[in-house]
Structure formats: structure tokens, C-alpha cells
């Protein structure tokens, strides 16, 4: 005979009222992924050590450069919001004073509590952006992107600050009350006892997803590349490593299968490729910091993913199949194209905001073939970083003259009616920026279409 169910609210871990009182579930996380995870904590390049480090072992934090010595010196890292208040950060003039002690203006509560949490979890050292980059040195900074996706593929951990959005705020956020919004029911007979956990639907996309810091695009560069991450959302901490999605809502994990936030590295396959297109989308949707930086932004993930299959990497595109990759288009609200250079008009960090790109199916109805693709690059032998210039040749199959003649559908924002050999057509266009709308003028404009590729029905 079985009893009525109960339902309950989930209880926090932590009895008060801040993320910092539930650490102990974060170091049972940490040790769970550290002694029965195999497919975690896999140093991308265990001979790598980052230029500098924050050493945590003196009362007050202290930067370090020659770590070579350190043969094991694992790290933890951090991903963060740098805000609007203004702290000091490392300079070429500050270098020496930050080796004897790091000054108490530039560590900010976002930096100080992530301190807390990586000693807590026996961490000596861990790298911070604006204690480990030389900030007004253009080479250092050049330098040091490069390495990014080096430093958070072999960090051993990385502390997210996700519901902060300046880093006066901190990882330790108030919350009102010691419960959460899923719904335990347990139900019980003679011999069997169940209990079942009821998850709100998209629960992470809502307490996770939606926080400041997961608005930021190297937010998400950091959080593909680190093996392990603990994110400090507003309500609750996020556990995310390989094997493992857990939040305090759901301590022993929940599905996320199909969520793309970690890249197997070693995937020569089209996972690779989708895994990169899912990327780019994902990342065009965020916020920049400096969007001029778009290419040095994505260039850890780049460096990460590459592999044969993608081919030499140019310009946010892959060599590869290049010719289906070339049809990425912009959606959205069009901007102004940026005034300063950042790539060719073919290459995807060209424009701001939300891209769209995707590889063909079928690369044999291909109508267009690429021949030669040139880029210089600002620092040479760095073809992940900011580009000076670019051209690219290529032959195709049919070159058509349509006119563009008018919008079709002041509601519809992509449609418009063209018209080809004398007869009209309802089509979609989609410009790159406002500059290249050429739909709003009040004569036709001639244009010429190269089609890309045969549609699989002829
Ligand atoms: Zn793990």
C-alpha cells in the first residue's frame, strides 16, 4: 500500500543567507571530479605555466614570475566582470612593487572572495587578468592573449562570478531565503521508498545562463576551455565539469546532454566543426568589451579547436570547406559597421553582433570553389590574433544580375522583392550593417548574386 506523496521544497545546503556558506558542497564537487572523473582535469599542455601568477601563501597575495622552478604549480583562474568601478591595475611602472605585494587597490571583493575560494580548495596559486597582463603594455597584452587559451585549458580550476556585473560586487551574493524553487516528492509502500526531484523547466538557462557575466564574450571562451568550473550565480552555485552538471538545486547532478559548454579537443569528426559554428553563434550574442577585439577574443577557442579536419585557421573561418562557411549572415537589428578595421567584409568579425553560420551538408553541390586566401596579420605568426589585411579569390559557377527593387514588408525586416529576367520575386536579404542595406532607396539597384550552391532537389 503506497502514501500519499509529499512534496517539500528543496532546502539549501548552507542554513543563512549567502553563496559562501554552501563552500563545503563545492569542495565535495572538486574532489568527487578529482578522484572519479577520467575524462577531467586534463591539462591541455602539462608543460604549460602561465608568464605570472598570484602566490596565495603570504598573508597578502603576492605576484609571481619565475615559475619554471614549480614544476607542480596547478592554478586556479578566474572569470569575471570588470564593471565600471575603477581599481589599480598591473603596469610596466607597478611591476616590481606587485612582485614584493599586490596593493589593496587592486584587489577588488570579486578578487578577494575568489581568493578565499581557491585557497579554501588548496589552491597556491591563481590568475587574474588585471594582476597577470601588463595593462598599458600593448606587446604584453598581444602576448598574453595569445596564451588565453592556454592559460584556462590548464587551469585546474576556474571560479566564475556570474551574478556579478562589476567586480566591486564579489562571488558571495545575499540571498533572501534558504529554499529553491524545485520540488522534492518522496513516496513510500512496504517495501520501496522513491524519491524524485522536480526541476523547474530551464532552470539553468534562467539562474545560470541569464547572469551578467554569462553576457560577456570571453566569458564564454573561459567557460568552454576550463576543465572544471564553479559558477556563483545569484542564488546558488553551479558545478560544471565534464562528466558532472550539479547546483545546489540538484547536488548529484541533472541532464545536460546537448549543451555545448564544454569542447572535446580531441574530436577530429563534424562534431568539431558543429561545435564551432554553435560557438561563433553563441559568442556573436554577446556583449564585447572592446568589440574591435572580436578575432583576439575567439582566438583561445580557436587555437583549441583546430585540428585537420578544420584546416589553417583565417580570419574566424576555417580553410576547410571554406566555400560553405562564407554564406554566414547577420540577423538581428543591423548596426553601423565599425569605423576601425578589424577584418575583410568576408570574414565573420567584420561586423557586430548576432551571426549566423553553418557548414553545407552537401559540399559536392558546392557552385563556388575558393583558390587563394591571403591575411596579414598584426603580430606576424600569429594568425589567431588581429588582422592588418586580407583578400581572398575565388571562381563560381553563376554570377546572376537581379535588381533589388523595393522592401516587400515593412514588418518583415529581411524581405524584399527582386526582380530577375523581367519577373518579380518575393526574396530575403540579409546586409552585414546599415551600410550595406541597399534596400531602402527609391530606384532598383543592381546587384550580383553568386549563388553558393545547388539545391539537393534539382
Ligand atoms: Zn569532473
Not at 553601423?336 to 568579425?349: G, I, K, N
Request: glycine residues 6%; charged residues 25%.
Amino acid at each position: 500500500m503506497c502514501t500519499e506523496p509529499e512534496v517539500e521544497a528543496v532546502p539549501l545546503v548552507g542554513t543563512t543567507h549567502s553563496t559562501s556558506d554552501d563552500l563545503p558542497m563545492s569542495k565535495y564537487w572538486h574532489n568527487l571530479c578529482k578522484t572519479t572523473h577520467q575524462n577531467c582535469g586534463i591539462a591541455v599542455d602539462s608543460t604549460f605555466k602561465p608568464t605570472r601568477l598570484v602566490d596565495l601563501t603570504l598573508p597578502k597575495p603576492v605576484l609571481r614570475t619565475s615559475l619554471g622552478a614549480d614544476a607542480d604549480c596547478k592554478f586556479a583562474t578566474l572569470s569575471h566582470c570588470w564593471g565600471a568601478t575603477q581599481y589599480a591595475v598591473l603596469t610596466k611602472d607597478m611591476l616590481s612593487s606587485y612582485l614584493c605585494q599586490i596593493p589593496e587597490a587592486a584587489i577588488s571583493k570579486t578578487f578577494k572572495e575568489a581568493m578565499v575560494v581557491a585557497k579554501y580548495l588548496g589552491f597556491r596559486y591563481i590568475w587574474i587578468d588585471s594582476l597577470c597582463i601588463i595593462q598599458d603594455s600593448k606587446d604584453d597584452w598581444r602576448h598574453e592573449s595569445a596564451l588565453m587559451s592556454k592559460v584556462y585549458g590548464n587551469s585546474s580550476f576556474n571560479i566564475s562570478a556570474a551574478g556579478a556585473e562589476d567586480a566591486s560586487i564579489g562571488c558571495f551574493l545575499p540571498r533572501a531565503r534558504n529554499w529553491l524553487d524545485s520540488r522534492k516528492i518522496s513516496t513510500s509502500s512496504e517495501c520501496i521508498k522513491l524519491q524524485y526531484m522536480c526541476l523547474d523547466y530551464g532552470f539553468e538557462h534562467k539562474r545560470l545562463d541569464d547572469m551578467p557575466l554569462m553576457q560577456r564574450g570571453s566569458a564564454l571562451q573561459e567557460r568552454i576551455l576550463a576543465s572544471r568550473i564553479l559558477h556563483f550565480a545569484e542564488s546558488q552555485l553551479f558545478w560544471e565539469c565534464k562528466e558532472l552538471h550539479a547546483c545546489e538545486e540538484a547536488p548529484s547532478g541533472y541532464d545536460f546532454r546537448g549543451r555545448k559548454t564544454k569542447l572535446d579537443l580531441d574530436d577530429a569528426t563534424s562534431e568539431t566543426q558543429k561545435g564551432w559554428q554553435e560557438l561563433v553563434s553563441g559568442y556573436s550574442a554577446c556583449e564585447l568589451t572592446d568589440s574591435k577585439d572580436k578575432l583576439v577574443a575567439i582566438s583561445g577557442l580557436a587555437q583549441a579547436v583546430q585540428n585537420e579536419l578544420l584546416g589553417s585557421y583565417i580570419a574566424g573561418l576555417w580553410r576547410n570547406d571554406m566555400e560553405s562557411q562564407l554564406g554566414w549572415y547577420r540577423f538581428g537589428s543591423l548596426e553601423h559597421r565599425p569605423v576601425e578595421y578589424r577584418a575583410p567584409t568576408w570574414s565573420l568579425a567584420s561586423v557586430d553582433g548576432e551571426i549566423d553560420l553553418r557548414y553545407s551538408s552537401a559540399r559536392e553541390l558546392s557552385l563556388i570553389r575558393v583558390h587563394d586566401v591571403v591575411v596579414q596579420g598584426v603580430t606576424d605568426g600569429d594568425v589567431y590574433g588581429q588582422v592588418l589585411s586580407g583578400t581572398l579569390s575565388l571562381s563560381c559557377e553563376l554570377l546572376l544580375p537581379v535588381d533589388i527593387i523595393r522592401p516587400e514588408h515593412k514588418y518583415r525586416p529581411h524581405s524584399c522583392v527582386t526582380r530577375m529576367d523581367g519577373k518579380d520575386f518575393a526574396s530575403l536579404l540579409y546586409p552585414d550593417s546599415i551600410e550595406d542595406d541597399i534596400r531602402k532607396g527609391s530606384h532598383a539597384i543592381r546587384v550580383y548574386l553568386i549563388p553558393q550552391e545547388m539545391s539537393a532537389q534539382l
